[in-house]
Nanobody, 124 residues
């Protein structure tokens, strides 16, 4: 059973930085496909950063150049470095993981394992 636990969220002023972590327990390794999602109240969850089994990454346009997804060599911890934060990125952030590739685009694919989320609040 794979469990994902996020940490690192909090409150920060605009222009600041945060580093989110997603710790995986159970069997995971660097071959897993993983994603960071964000969800605002009363809005749908959206994928914002993706890393595949080869370490290739993808980003949604509004975080490209400011956010960086990465993971440790063992594939046990996923990170999201968030720089130059803006109030509009305030949301609950969660991670997801799956051992299989998908024919769907990274923003539409499904995941088997999900974390509970960590809140990120950016004030102006």
């Amino acid at each position: 059973q794979v469990q994902l636990v996020e940490s690192g969220g909090g409150s920060v002023q605009a222009g600041g930085s945060l580093r989110l972590s997603c710790a995986a327990s159970g069997y995971t390794d660097s071959s897993y496909y993983m994603d960071w999602f964000r969800q605002e109240p009363q809005k749908a969850r959206e994928a914002i950063a993706f890393i595949d089994s080869d370490g290739n990454t993808e980003y949604v346009s509004f975080v490209k150049g400011r956010f960086t997804i990465s993971r440790d060599n063992a594939g046990k911890t996923l990170y999201l470095q968030m720089n130059s934060l803006k109030p509009e990125v305030t949301a609950m952030y969660s991670c997801a993981a799956d051992p299989h590739s998908s024919i769907l685009p990274w923003r539409n694919r499904g995941y088997r394992h999900w974390g509970q989320g960590t809140q990120v609040t950016v004030s102006s």
